[in-house]
Nanobody
Framework: QVQLVESGGGLVQAGGSLRLSCAASGLTFSTYAMGWFRQAPGKEREFVAAISWNGATTYYTDFVKGRVTISRDNAKMEVYLQMNDLKPEDTAVYYC????????????????WGQGTQVAVSS
C-alpha cells in the first residue's frame, strides 16, 4: 500500500521559513517524480513545485520562485520543500504527490497523494 505522509507544517510569521517533508512508502520511490501542491480555503488546488525522479530537474510555479526549493533523498524515500520568506498568501494545506516517471505540473496526472500538512502564515 502506497503511503505519502507530510510533516513540517505549522504557524509562522511573515518572512519566516518552514521545511516540509514527505515520507513515502510502498512504492519504488526512485522511479517516481514528486510534486508539491497546495490548497487554500475556498480555492482550487494549485501546483507549487515538482522534481524529477533523480532530482536533476525541478519546476516551480511563478509565485514561489526564488523563495522555495524542492529536493529529494531517494535513499530515505523522502521529498522536501524548503520555503523561505513566507507570505500570508502562502497559507494553505500543502500536499505531496507521486507521479510515475516524468514530472508534471498537473495534479490530475499524479498517482498518489498524501493527506496534507497545514501551513499558516501570520502577517
Amino acid at each position: 500500500q502506497v503511503q505519502l505522509v507530510e510533516s513540517g507544517g505549522g504557524l509562522v510569521q511573515a518572512g519566516g521559513s518552514l521545511r516540509l517533508s514527505c515520507a513515502a512508502s510502498g512504492l519504488t520511490f526512485s522511479t517516481y517524480a514528486m510534486g508539491w501542491f497546495r490548497q487554500a480555503p475556498g480555492k482550487e488546488r494549485e501546483f507549487v513545485a515538482a522534481i524529477s525522479w533523480n532530482g536533476a530537474t525541478t519546476y516551480y510555479t511563478d509565485f514561489v520562485k526564488g523563495r522555495v526549493t524542492i529536493s529529494r533523498d531517494n535513499a530515505k524515500m523522502e521529498v522536501y520543500l524548503q520555503m523561505n520568506d513566507l507570505k500570508p498568501e502562502d497559507t494553505a494545506v500543502y500536499y505531496c504527490a507521486a507521479k510515475a516517471f516524468r514530472t508534471s505540473r498537473r495534479g490530475d496526472e499524479y498517482n498518489y497523494w498524501g493527506q496534507g500538512t497545514q501551513v499558516a502564515v501570520s502577517s
